[in-house]
């Protein structure tokens, strides 16, 4: 759990380089902190990247000189460390380790500390132990599984936050002794939780002082319990019980994204405005104002033009529509948003809106004109071209011929990864890797969707294709797994000059998840066959045929 990640520790009982756990307490501690993650085995810990410098100073029974505490304190200090845990308590005030404390604090390591476990059940509270009633000491209380507070856990005024530690009917499972694991609990097992969080605000934060992390793990923490908080804490559970996501969430910067990123509008002239709808988010856990302060042309609508402040957990839907239908075109129409940070930083970002104003709409839901056996369907490509598009990747190979596809000719074609072909362009990145139903304007468009889905050719399969003389194309993905379940998918579309297409399904893994169907260059004919479960839904054994030559 922790092979490649210990720095040279030292051991103030034995006296000697080797630090040895003689109890398992360390171990559990250092497991909830930093034992690796996403490796099959055990359990994770909270920064499983992060190094850890064991240095023991209590023996098997628990005891220990306070001078060793203090002393290890300044090594691990004069070795670079940044966060330093203490699940260990003292009955009584001590100079020598309270000066440790300010110097780690000073030189801008945080040390966190247990509260204690001498708590009893409608007693009252116990007073918090050393070193965590210092107050440069970041203090943990427990709480249990419910999120209540565990009632054995010291309390007072000097509790910053509390953290899951566990209770006799239900403990913490950790790195044990030996390679193996263990469950204890106590504000020690909590502690060790907030330290893991604390690395991680180091790692991800660097710049955060002290004093800054502190605040950052007060603010965010969530108000469990059935205490009251008054001016935000209470004696128990200090400012609540912490929140890693939302801790890590106000590190980062306040910043505005829009999704989808190319909002459009497809009307038909002489009709009615539409509309369409896009969100504002911010990942981060600080505020973010926001408001609309210009729309362009004045026929483009907006509602609201301001609202809640935008977090991680607040986001706000813009709905885009139309007042009146303008001349048939293409426009390309603006929406200014203006942002204000806590800090009263503003920023401006244009979003363009992409408006196509067609002559007719057309839309048909049966499109397939016919329907065949796989065996006669299926065509050889074994003499044709592989393509390493990888995750996400497009590539735009040559027709050998002109291709009428809804009004427009073309001489190439982009393969994608994700089951479609485009022409005119060609559509990289994970945003098109999200499926979505037609008819729809949003990118992408003009293109064949054949099994328009999550797929991944880096992890297995191939994409290729074959040019059979002058007048047939084949575009084929053979095993191409899914991404998100790993389950082949093998599919062939075949293009003639005359604008004929035939697409033929070999294997699909599952396509609750995936768009069948057609859509010209401005989304003004969609020709949908299924999406996300319904509709004609592909199955192995089947082909279908299209038509996209106008008349």
Same mark, same amino acid.
């Given at each position: 759990e922790f092979a490649g990640r210990l720095e040279p520790g030292y051991d103030y009982v034995d006296l000697d380089n080797v630090p040895q756990d003689t109890f398992g307490h360390g171990t559990h501690v250092a497991g909830i902190i930093a034992a690796r993650g996403n490796n099959a085995m055990g359990v994770a810990g909270l920064s499983w990247s992060t190094r850890l410098m064991p240095l023991r100073v209590l023996d098997g029974n628990g005891v220990g000189r306070v001078s060793d505490v203090a002393s290890a304190i300044s090594r691990a200090i004069n070795n670079g460390s940044s966060v330093i845990n203490l699940s260990l308590a003292l009955t009584a005030p001590s100079t020598t380790l309270n000066n440790a404390v300010l110097f780690a604090y000073n030189t801008g390591a945080l040390v966190i500390g247990a509260t204690g476990n001498d708590g009893l059940p409608g007693q009252p509270l116990a007073p918090v132990r050393y070193p965590a009633a210092y107050a440069e000491v970041l203090a943990v209380a427990s709480t249990t599984h419910w999120d209540g507070w565990a009632d054995y856990s010291n309390g007072g005024p000097e509790v910053d936050v509390a953290a899951p530690g566990g209770e006799s009917s239900d403990l913490i499972l950790s790195a044990s002794l030996g390679g193996g694991y263990a469950y204890l609990y106590g504000t020690s097992m909590a502690a060790a939780q907030v330290t893991g969080i604390v690395a991680l605000l180091r790692a991800y934060a660097p710049q955060l002082s002290n004093n800054a992390i502190k605040d950052v793990l007060r603010s965010t923490a969530d108000k469990v319990g059935a205490y009251s908080y008054v001016n935000g804490r209470n004696d128990r559970l200090g400012y609540g019980r912490v929140n890693t996501n939302a801790a890590l969430r106000w590190t980062m910067q306040p910043g505005l994204t829009v999704t989808p990123v190319d909002p459009a509008l497809l009307v038909q002239a002489g009709g009615a405005g539409t509309a369409t709808n896009v969100v504002l988010s911010n990942d981060s856990a600080q505020a973010l104002r926001w408001t609309i302060v210009n729309t362009s042309p004045s026929w483009l609508t907006v509602t609201p033009s301001s609202g809640l402040d935008l977090t991680y957990r607040h986001t706000a839907t813009l709905h885009i529509g139309m007042s009146s239908v303008?001349?048939?075109?293409?426009?390309?129409?603006?929406?200014?948003?203006?942002?204000?940070d806590p800090a009263g930083q503003q920023g401006n970002i244009i979003l363009t809106v992409r408006v196509v104003?067609?002559?007719?709409?057309?839309?048909?839901?049966?499109?397939?004109?016919?329907?065949?056996?796989?065996?006669?369907?299926?065509?050889?490509?074994?003499?044709?071209?592989?393509?390493?598009?990888?995750?996400?990747?497009?590539?735009?190979?040559?027709?050998?011929?002109?291709?009428?596809?809804?009004?427009?000719?073309?001489?190439?074609?982009?393969?994608?990864?994700?089951?479609?072909?485009?022409?005119?362009?060609?559509?990289?990145?994970?945003?098109?890797?999200?499926?979505?139903?037609?008819?729809?304007? @949003?990118?992408?468009?003009?293109?064949?969707?054949?099994?328009?889905?999550?797929?991944?050719? @880096?992890?297995?399969?191939?994409?290729?294709?074959?040019?059979?003389?002058?007048?047939?194309?084949?575009?084929?993905?053979r095993d191409v797994p899914t991404k998100s379940n790993g389950q082949?998918?093998?599919?062939?579309?075949?293009?003639?000059?005359?604008?004929?297409?035939?697409?033929?399904?070999?294997?699909?893994?599952?396509?609750?998840?995936?768009?069948?169907?057609?859509? @010209?260059?401005?989304?003004?004919?969609?020709?949908?066959?299924?999406?996300n479960g319904t509709g004609h839904t592909p199955q192995p054994g089947q082909t279908r045929f299209f038509s996209t030559a106008l008349p």
């Open positions: 303008p001349p048939v075109g293409q426009y390309n129409a603006s929406i200014q948003i203006r942002t204000t104003v067609a002559s007719q709409v057309h839309q048909t839901f049966l499109p397939v004109v016919g329907s065949g056996q796989l065996a006669p369907q299926w065509i050889d490509t074994s003499s044709g071209l592989g393509l390493s598009l990888g995750d996400d990747g497009t590539q735009a190979v040559p027709l050998p011929f002109q291709f009428p596809f809804y009004g427009r000719n073309y001489g190439q074609v982009w393969i994608n990864a994700n089951g479609f072909l485009s022409f005119g362009t060609g559509y990289t990145g994970s945003e098109y890797a999200q499926n979505h139903c037609l008819p729809s304007i @949003s990118s992408p468009n003009g293109a064949i969707f054949a099994l328009w889905d999550d797929l991944d050719p @880096s992890q297995g399969g191939q994409v290729r294709y074959a040019l059979l003389g002058a007048s047939q194309f084949v575009a084929e993905w082949p998918n093998s599919f062939q579309v075949v293009l003639w000059p005359d604008g004929q297409v035939r697409i033929t399904y070999a294997a699909v893994g599952d396509p609750s998840g995936s768009t069948v169907g057609l859509e @010209s260059w401005d989304a003004s004919i969609d020709l949908p066959v299924a999406c």
